[in-house]
Structures are given as C-alpha cells and as structure tokens.
C-alpha cells in the first residue's frame, strides 16, 4: 500500500532533480527570511506540527518550531523524558495517542537507528514523518541544509568540480553520515581524515571515499571543509588516544588552514562546537571562513521549505511578498 503521505525520513536516493528543486524552496524560504518582512506566511494555517525529541537539540528542535510557526501551524513540543514515556509507555503507543488528537507531521529525534522507518510503516498512513536526527546513521534536514549553504557559495551544478573534507568523529555523527549520502547526489570530491577509532575503512568504501589519517592530504585543495563535533556521549573507551592527541592532528585552526589548505577554503560544521577541541574558537568566529551563521539561517529556511512539501498541496507555488 503507498502512503497518501509522502515522509522525509533519509538523505539517501534523492535524485538530483529532486534536490535542485527542494534548494529551490529552501532558498527561497530563506530569501524570504532575510527580507525583513514580518515573519509570517500563513500557508500552513490549520495543520498541527508535534516535536518528539527523545535526544538533547537546540539548533534542529528551535528551527522546526520557529518554521512551523512562521508558516502558521500549530505546534506541540514534546520532550520524551517529561513524557509518559517515563511511566513506560512505548514511544508508539505516544505516537498513537497524538495522532488521536489529530497531528498532521511528527517531526522525530531518537537515538535507535531505523526508527523512523518503522514508524513510517506504522503511521504514515496517517501523518508525515520527518527525521530530525536518527542515532547515529541519519540527519537528511541537516545535510540538506549544508548543501544549501555550499550552493550559495557555488551553484549546484558546479559543485562537482569541488572537494570537500570531512575530518573528525565520523563514526559517531549521524550528520557525516548525512552528508556522504546526500553529497553522492551532487557529486563534489569528498575526502574523509580522522583517527582509525573514529573512521573506519569500511564507511569510507561505502561511500568510496579516500581516508587520510592526518589534515594535510584532506585539507589539500580542498574548497570546504566540515568538522565535527567529538561525540563524547556516544565515545566507548579507548577510540581516540586522549582529547589532546586527537586535539593536536585533527583541529582545524588558523594555523592548520594556512598550512595545508588554500586560502578560499570555508569551514562547515554543524554545531554544537566544543570549542578549541574539534575547532579553535578563533577560527569558529572568523567571518571570512566560517559558514556556521549561515548554516543555521539555512536550518530555518530548510525545514520550512521541509513543512511546505509535506504539508502544502503546491508548495513550489507559494508566493512570499
Ligand atoms: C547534530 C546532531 O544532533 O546530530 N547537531 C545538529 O543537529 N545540528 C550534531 C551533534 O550533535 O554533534
């Protein structure tokens, strides 16, 4: 049986017509956003938007919210620990009581990988499922939102001619993960550099993706370049040699940078930073390099446009003057 609702729930096989016309949207929605206009476009009038969020977010839950509201929905917030969920109640059985009381779009953030798709085969009959962050294998808003930063820098179809470099904890980031699969679909360079504890070969094949162990080889030629946060709640024992090993080869710097890379390179990361472990604060506030401001204007403007195509018959037909 196809759903009548379509879902966002995976960065993985959007072709890339699909994606230049979701950036499209989200461009616009941001254009919009930057226009000074007051902040309401009420497209979205009379459907009901809840945010489950069974894992700490400040960025992701924050700009669902906002977006929901900017475009006149109704939302819930709903955090999983204050929740009946701790008098043990299944998170399906939540689900199933809010959809009771009529919710148009589940916007989820849970720690167990494939949840969203057994909710999708559960619910998405009756509501749109949106992944806001899924253990550590997914986090399609999120990729979405780097792509759109980088096509402000260059146009989409020229990002193939690009390089890219991934550097950190990718094993436990969700948002690498991401983006080795969303970045597949716009075809740009992406190298892959951080500890063996932290990137193992067989991610990179997966994505057939070079591996470097130090910044020098990822950092060569590169146009951006993405760090991470290091997962320390996500950190079994002994994967990295200390903080301050992994401190020493691995942070991205004004010194790294002018070292190894060229001097248009800018720098993504998806926050939250621990500062001067994964990226000196220096180089966090630099305005010539660092996107990160615009990354999260671009997360706003992504999950309207995100809440437009779910929920919106002719979301491309949206007029925003
Ligand atoms: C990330 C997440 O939760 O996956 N944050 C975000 O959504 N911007 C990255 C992280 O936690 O490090």
Same mark, same amino acid.
């Given at each position: 049986?196809?759903?009548?609702? #379509? ?6 096989? $959007?072709?890339?017509?699909r ?14 956003? &930057?226009?000074?206009?007051? =902040? ?6 009379? =459907?009901? /938007?809840?945010?489950?969020? $069974?894992?700490?977010s ?7 919210e906002?977006?929901?509201? @900017? ?6 917030n709903?955090?999983g ?15 199933d009581s809010?959809?009771?009381?009529g ?8 720690? %167990? ?6 909710l ?39 990002l =193939? &001619? ?8 990718? =094993? ?16 740009? &360079?992406?190298?892959?550099?951080? #500890? ?5 070969e ?8 070079p ?5 020098? #080889? ?23 040699e200390?903080? %301050? ?14 070292? @190894?890379?060229? #001097? ?19 180089l966090?506030?630099d305005?010539?390099?660092?996107l990160i ?8 403007a ?13 979301? @491309?037909?949206?007029? $925003? /003057?």
């Open positions: 049986m196809s759903a009548p609702f #379509p879902h966002l729930i995976t960065s993985a096989g $959007w072709s890339f017509t994606l230049s016309q979701f950036l499209s949207l989200a461009q616009a929605c941001r254009t919009a956003l &930057d226009s000074g206009a007051p =902040k309401c476009w009420p497209v979205l009038q009379g =459907k009901t /938007v809840v945010n489950l969020f $069974w894992e700490p400040t960025r992701t839950r924050s700009s669902f906002l977006a929901a509201r @900017y475009l006149g929905a109704h939302v819930l709903f955090e620990s204050s929740s009946s969920v701790s008098k043990g109640e299944t998170l399906f059985d939540t689900v809010l959809l009771q009381m919710v148009d779009a589940f916007v989820v953030r849970h720690r %167990e990988d494939g949840l969203h798709q057994r999708v085969d559960t619910f998405g009959a009756k509501t749109a499922v949106l992944n806001a962050g899924e253990g550590v294998s997914d986090h399609p808003t999120q990729a979405l939102l780097d792509v759109l930063t980088l096509t402000q820098q260059v146009p989409l179809e020229a =193939k &001619d690009k390089k890219l470099a991934i550097v950190g904890d990718i =094993k436990h980031s969700r948002v690498a993960q991401a983006n080795l699969s969303l970045l597949q679909t716009v075809g740009i &360079d992406v190298h892959c550099a951080g #500890p063996e504890g932290l990137l193992s067989a991610t990179a094949q997966q994505f057939n993706c591996v470097h162990r130090d910044l020098a #080889p990822a950092l060569k030629d590169a146009d951006f370049v993405m760090t991470l946060r290091l997962q320390k709640e996500r950190q079994e024992q002994g994967v990295i200390s903080l %301050e090993q992994f401190t020493e080869r691995f942070q991205l710097n004004h010194t790294t940078l002018e070292r @190894y890379a060229p #001097p248009h390179v800018k720098l993504l990361h998806p926050g939250p930073v621990n500062r001067e472990v994964e990226l000196s604060s220096a966090m506030d305005p010539a390099i660092s401001r615009e990354q999260v204007r671009n997360g706003l992504v999950r309207m446009a995100a809440l437009l195509v779910l929920l919106h018959p002719q979301p @491309y037909e949206v007029t $925003w /003057v």
